[in-house]
Protein backbone atom coordinates (compact mmCIF):
# COMPACT_ATOMS: atom_id res chain seq x y z
CA UNK A 1 0.00 0.00 0.00
CA UNK A 2 2.57 2.63 0.65
CA UNK A 3 4.51 1.70 -2.34
CA UNK A 4 1.18 2.07 -4.78
CA UNK A 5 1.48 6.05 -2.57
CA UNK A 6 4.88 6.45 -3.35
CA UNK A 7 4.44 5.62 -7.44
CA UNK A 8 1.84 7.68 -7.08
CA UNK A 9 3.00 10.72 -5.59
CA UNK A 10 6.10 10.21 -8.39
CA UNK A 11 3.30 9.81 -11.46
CA UNK A 12 1.90 12.80 -10.05
CA UNK A 13 4.96 14.92 -9.18
CA UNK A 14 5.87 14.08 -12.98
CA UNK A 15 3.15 14.96 -14.06
CA UNK A 16 3.07 18.28 -12.24
CA UNK A 17 6.78 19.20 -14.20
CA UNK A 18 5.49 18.03 -17.42
CA UNK A 19 2.63 20.87 -17.42
CA UNK A 20 4.84 23.00 -16.58
CA UNK A 21 7.29 22.55 -19.80
CA UNK A 22 4.54 22.41 -21.53
CA UNK A 23 3.36 25.67 -20.16
CA UNK A 24 7.01 27.20 -20.72
CA UNK A 25 7.84 25.77 -24.09
CA UNK A 26 3.82 27.46 -25.01
CA UNK A 27 4.95 31.29 -23.76
CA UNK A 28 7.83 30.78 -25.58
CA UNK A 29 6.64 29.87 -28.59
CA UNK A 30 3.85 32.86 -28.86
CA UNK A 31 6.71 35.71 -28.17
CA UNK A 32 6.31 38.33 -30.86
CA UNK A 33 9.73 37.98 -32.27
CA UNK A 34 11.56 36.44 -34.84
CA UNK A 35 12.68 32.27 -33.75
CA UNK A 36 16.42 33.26 -33.77
CA UNK A 37 16.26 36.20 -31.46
CA UNK A 38 14.22 33.54 -29.44
CA UNK A 39 16.74 31.25 -29.55
CA UNK A 40 19.50 32.88 -28.71
CA UNK A 41 17.45 34.60 -25.90
CA UNK A 42 17.08 30.93 -23.93
CA UNK A 43 20.55 29.83 -24.61
CA UNK A 44 21.43 33.01 -23.06
CA UNK A 45 19.38 32.47 -19.93
CA UNK A 46 20.79 29.04 -19.57
CA UNK A 47 24.02 30.00 -19.72
CA UNK A 48 23.30 32.82 -17.23
CA UNK A 49 22.69 29.41 -14.75
CA UNK A 50 26.01 28.20 -14.93
CA UNK A 51 27.85 31.55 -14.14
CA UNK A 52 28.33 32.44 -9.95
CA UNK A 53 25.99 35.40 -9.96
CA UNK A 54 23.18 34.30 -7.81
CA UNK A 55 20.85 37.04 -7.21
CA UNK A 56 21.78 39.28 -10.18
CA UNK A 57 21.61 36.74 -12.71
CA UNK A 58 18.14 37.60 -13.80
CA UNK A 59 18.38 41.20 -14.19
CA UNK A 60 22.16 40.76 -16.09
CA UNK A 61 20.32 38.24 -18.36
CA UNK A 62 17.96 41.40 -18.87
CA UNK A 63 20.58 43.74 -19.61
CA UNK A 64 22.94 41.11 -21.61
CA UNK A 65 19.95 39.83 -23.80
CA UNK A 66 19.49 43.90 -25.05
CA UNK A 67 22.74 44.08 -25.91
CA UNK A 68 22.92 41.10 -27.29
CA UNK A 69 20.01 41.77 -29.49
CA UNK A 70 18.07 38.63 -28.57
CA UNK A 71 14.67 38.68 -26.54
CA UNK A 72 15.24 39.72 -23.34
CA UNK A 73 11.77 38.47 -22.58
CA UNK A 74 13.18 34.57 -23.30
CA UNK A 75 16.28 35.36 -21.47
CA UNK A 76 15.18 35.98 -18.30
CA UNK A 77 12.18 33.45 -18.44
CA UNK A 78 15.07 30.76 -18.95
CA UNK A 79 16.90 31.93 -15.74
CA UNK A 80 13.89 31.88 -13.94
CA UNK A 81 12.96 28.35 -15.44
CA UNK A 82 16.01 26.89 -14.47
CA UNK A 83 16.44 28.55 -10.74
CA UNK A 84 16.07 25.34 -8.71
CA UNK A 85 18.63 23.35 -11.03
CA UNK A 86 21.31 25.71 -9.96
CA UNK A 87 23.20 23.53 -7.13
CA UNK A 88 23.36 21.00 -9.83
CA UNK A 89 25.02 23.25 -12.22
CA UNK A 90 27.09 24.53 -9.45
CA UNK A 91 28.18 21.28 -8.55
CA UNK A 92 29.23 20.28 -12.30
CA UNK A 93 31.39 23.35 -12.57
CA UNK A 94 33.18 22.26 -9.36
CA UNK A 95 33.51 18.94 -11.34
CA UNK A 96 34.59 20.16 -14.60
CA UNK A 97 37.15 22.68 -13.27
CA UNK A 98 38.77 19.96 -11.08
CA UNK A 99 39.21 18.14 -14.39
CA UNK A 100 40.72 20.12 -16.07
CA UNK A 101 43.36 21.90 -13.21
CA UNK A 102 43.67 19.75 -10.85
CA UNK A 103 43.20 20.96 -7.18
CA UNK A 104 44.72 24.56 -7.17
CA UNK A 105 44.83 26.52 -3.91
CA UNK A 106 41.50 28.67 -3.61
CA UNK A 107 42.00 32.59 -3.90
CA UNK A 108 43.31 34.88 -0.65
CA UNK A 109 40.66 36.92 -0.34
CA UNK A 110 39.20 37.33 3.31
CA UNK A 111 35.90 37.52 3.92
CA UNK A 112 34.30 39.69 6.61
CA UNK A 113 31.17 40.87 7.75
CA UNK A 114 27.61 38.49 7.99
CA UNK A 115 25.83 39.35 5.17
CA UNK A 116 23.03 37.13 3.39
CA UNK A 117 25.93 36.52 0.51
CA UNK A 118 28.43 35.52 2.79
CA UNK A 119 27.89 31.79 3.03
CA UNK A 120 28.04 31.91 -0.71
CA UNK A 121 31.44 33.86 -0.79
CA UNK A 122 33.24 31.90 0.98
CA UNK A 123 32.20 28.52 -0.72
CA UNK A 124 33.53 30.70 -3.87
CA UNK A 125 36.66 31.42 -2.54
CA UNK A 126 37.18 27.78 -0.95
CA UNK A 127 36.75 26.15 -4.27
CA UNK A 128 38.34 28.91 -5.95
CA UNK A 129 39.93 29.06 -9.98
CA UNK A 130 38.63 25.29 -11.01
CA UNK A 131 35.35 26.57 -9.68
CA UNK A 132 35.32 29.69 -11.50
CA UNK A 133 36.87 28.28 -14.84
CA UNK A 134 34.46 25.29 -14.57
CA UNK A 135 31.29 27.79 -14.37
CA UNK A 136 32.96 29.73 -17.22
CA UNK A 137 33.24 26.46 -20.14
CA UNK A 138 29.92 24.93 -18.40
CA UNK A 139 28.23 28.59 -19.64
CA UNK A 140 30.14 28.68 -22.85
CA UNK A 141 29.16 24.88 -23.31
CA UNK A 142 25.60 25.50 -22.42
CA UNK A 143 25.17 28.64 -24.88
CA UNK A 144 26.19 26.26 -27.75
CA UNK A 145 24.33 23.23 -26.79
CA UNK A 146 21.11 25.01 -26.40
CA UNK A 147 21.21 27.38 -29.27
CA UNK A 148 22.43 24.54 -31.78
CA UNK A 149 19.92 21.92 -30.48
CA UNK A 150 17.01 24.55 -30.65
CA UNK A 151 18.06 25.64 -33.89
CA UNK A 152 18.07 22.33 -35.42
CA UNK A 153 14.60 21.28 -34.16
CA UNK A 154 13.38 24.47 -35.47
CA UNK A 155 14.73 23.56 -38.84
CA UNK A 156 13.49 20.26 -38.51
CA UNK A 157 9.70 21.98 -37.54
CA UNK A 158 10.11 23.83 -40.54
Known amino acids: MFFEGV?????????????????YCGKLKELPDSPQKIIKGVALGFAFDFLPIPVISIPLSYLAARLARCNPVAAVATVVFFKLAVPFFYTLNIFTGNVLLGDMPGLEVAVSGDSLLS????????HGYPFLIGSLLNAALAWVTVYLSLWYLLERRR
Open 7 to 23: VYCKKKIACRLADCVKT
Open 119 to 126: VFLKKLVE
